[in-house]
């Protein structure tokens, strides 16, 4: 592939892996950078850089000969920072492109990167692919030369380039046929798994049977919070993609998903995709006076500090967080329980949001919760539609809320 760079993104810390990914290994010693080094090797990347970050000191002697090693000093940022740093390297270096896959990949084949270069009909300089997986975005991905510059604004804490290949249309290759795409975010999910065949972590399938178009119901896991982030956010505007609607995304999870998982993750539930990404998922709590009482004072306190007000948007959320406590909802005493129910565009009116909402109230009635209700705004459309198809009622409010109750 004349032309394209290879580029590893391997800075992160790995908290739920156990530590840096950059220094991980197979069974047989081989590290996972030189994995990935390999792949773009034998994809056709004549260079090849890696970010390091987290365990940078020690993980440098595992980036093979003739690689280059770009060290990350705002790895703590997030993702972006990595991302950005293998742009700004990239710039320095000629090329028309960047093919960009992360360390905890180490099943990942060449010909996957091969054919995501290959989908694309124009120059390399303007092009934005990437592979998916049965219809669900993965790695590798690739970045055309026009779009470094604009895509290293947009990727700040945990933001990657994701919104960004949304945003201006990126080309999507189904590489499902070549291996899982599934990335090892615990190392729980090494446990038999099988390189050679390149399949699937043992440890990430379950028992219950895969829908039609290879979705299932499941459990919320740890793992998952990547992938709950994006919906959270690609739902937010009443329903509709809220994307780059304010400076850092992730105030809308740290708000309306995250807390509930932390607090809570055996009320949660997830619509997972054959690959094990997810695509939907319902959160919740029984008491929501309790709940708002450790979100006042344990959840918010640690986080309120990483964003100024902003733009309206975001002042109006920020206010709504530090407001929030015991007796700020008026329809607890009747409906302990709250929830909140997001799905991404492609698995609406298929029936997956009764069934998650049917999990959840099971879920809390073998608790001895005696009611749930939520509140939606007053321009969400689909929630007055879909909520009292589900056994919800309206309740009375203000003109700028919609709220819902449903007795247990």
Known sequence: MPGVIGLVLAAGAGSRFGGPKALAREDDGTPWVELAVRMLRDAGCATVLVTLGAGADEAVSLVPHGATAVLVDDW????????????GAASALPGDALVVTPVDTPAAVADAATRVVAAVAGPLSSALA?????GDPGHPVLI???????????????????????AHGALAVECGDLWSGADVDRRSQRQGYRVDAR????????????????????????????DLVEICVRTADAGADATGMLPDDRLWAEIFVLPYVVRHPEFASVVR???????GYTVGTPDTVAFEAWFRDEWWPERAGRWEPGPPRQEGLLRYAAGRGRGAEPYAAEYPAHLHIDLLPELQGQGWGRRLIDTLVDDLRRAGVPGVHLVAGADNAGAAAFYPRVGFTPLPSGPDVRPFGRTL
């Open 76 to 87: 703590r940022d997030g993702l972006g920072a990595s991302l950005r740093a293998g742009l």
């Open 130 to 134: 990437r592979a998916v997986y049965r």
């Open 144 to 166: 055309g030369r026009d779009h470094w510059e604009a895509l290293a604004a947009t990727v700040v804490g945990d933001r990657g380039a994701g919104p960004y290949l949304r």
């Open 199 to 226: 399949l699937e972590p043992q440890g990430n399938r379950v028992d219950r049977r895969p829908e039609p178009h290879g979705n299932r119901l499941d459990r919320y896991r740890p793992g998952d919070d990547d």
């Open 273 to 279: 995709s054959e690959s094990g990404r997810v695509k």
